[in-house]
């Protein structure tokens, strides 16, 4: 086992504020140190890692957060984008959503998303969850470069 700290870098793509408060809050109870970028909806989420305008000089993150349900590009249209691209393409991009819709699900995993996890409504549930994918993303599991 590696016990190495290390300090992960994670762009959460969420437009809703409550949502945003709580997962950075289990992520400060996980092991695994990290940075984390919040981008409020798709176009934010684009030019932040295609380097555009204010996000320029950036640091490429190791692991994305995406929620469906955004504005104005929606996570199937990011995700589309990221995995077309050859320099984003091999970022572990993580469904975070409240979406069961069997049609959203399909077509994540269709467009190469690497995980799909419907949100649990209830606080517990959620910061459990988010601990869980911290163990296995950024623990268990060797990212990219």
């Known amino acids: 086992m590696n016990n190495e700290l290390k300090l992960a870098h994670i762009?959460?793509?969420?437009?809703n504020e409550g949502d945003i408060l709580l997962t950075l809050e289990a992520?400060?109870?996980c092991k695994v140190k990290s940075e984390i970028s919040v981008a409020k909806n798709g176009k934010e989420a684009l030019d932040f890692l295609f380097k555009?305008?204010?996000?320029?000089?950036?640091?490429k993150p190791d692991i994305i957060f995406l929620d469906i349900n955004i504005?104005?590009?929606?996570?199937?249209e990011v995700l589309r984008q990221i995995k077309a691209d050859p320099n984003l393409k091999k970022i572990p991009v993580i469904i975070l959503t409240t979406?069961?819709?069997q049609k959203d699900i399909d077509s994540a995993y269709?467009?190469?998303c690497n995980s799909y996890v419907k949100k649990p409504l209830e606080i517990s549930e959620f910061l459990d969850a988010i601990l869980k994918i911290e163990d296995?993303?950024?623990q268990l599991t060797t990212l990219s470069n």
Do not use: C, M, Q, T
Not at 11 to 15: K, R, T
Not at 52 to 58: C, I, K, N, S
Not at 71 to 76: K, Q, S
């Open 110 to 112: 269709e467009n190469h």
């Open 136 to 138: 296995f993303w950024l």
């Open 52 to 59: 555009r305008g204010e996000f320029a000089d950036v640091k």
């Open 27 to 29: 992520f400060e109870e």
């Open 99 to 101: 979406s069961s819709n």
């Open 71 to 76: 504005p104005i590009f929606n996570g199937h």
């Open 11 to 15: 762009l959460l793509v969420e437009d």
